[in-house]
């Protein structure tokens, strides 16, 4: 199950997918390195597919849930430190 994001949100990329889409109303396809490691970015919106609108320094672009994680993550906490 690909994981979810809010809209508005900040996401980090984990990892560099082959290729990257532009998120404008006609998609095109652009190297990765258009983007990279680490770079942080806002969810724009959800898209068919798996796909989100995520706007980066260079741009928006549509990236797959696999390739970002979510940067506003609360801390776990662990049941044997609260009690």
Same mark, same amino acid.
């Given at each position: 199950?690909?994981?979810?994001?809010?809209?508005?949100?900040?996401? %980090?990329?984990?990892?560099? @997918? @082959?290729?990257?889409?532009?998120?404008?109303?006609?998609?095109?396809? %652009?190297?990765?390195?258009?983007?990279?490691?680490?770079?942080?970015? $806002?969810?724009?919106? %959800? %898209?068919?597919?798996?796909?989100?609108?995520?706007?980066?320094?260079?741009?928006?672009?549509? $990236?797959?849930?696999?390739? $970002?994680?979510?940067?506003?993550?609360? @801390?776990?906490?662990?049941?044997?430190?609260?009690?």
């Amino acid at each position: 199950m690909s994981e979810e994001f809010i809209v508005g949100s900040k996401v %980090r990329v984990v990892a560099l @997918p @082959p290729y990257i889409k532009t998120a404008d109303p006609m998609p095109m396809l %652009r190297p990765p390195d258009v983007i990279h490691l680490g770079e942080e970015g $806002i969810v724009l919106d %959800r %898209r068919p597919g798996g796909y989100w609108g995520v706007r980066f320094t260079k741009g928006a672009f549509l $990236i797959d849930s696999q390739y $970002i994680e979510s940067v506003d993550k609360l @801390p776990e906490i662990n049941d044997a430190e609260t009690l």
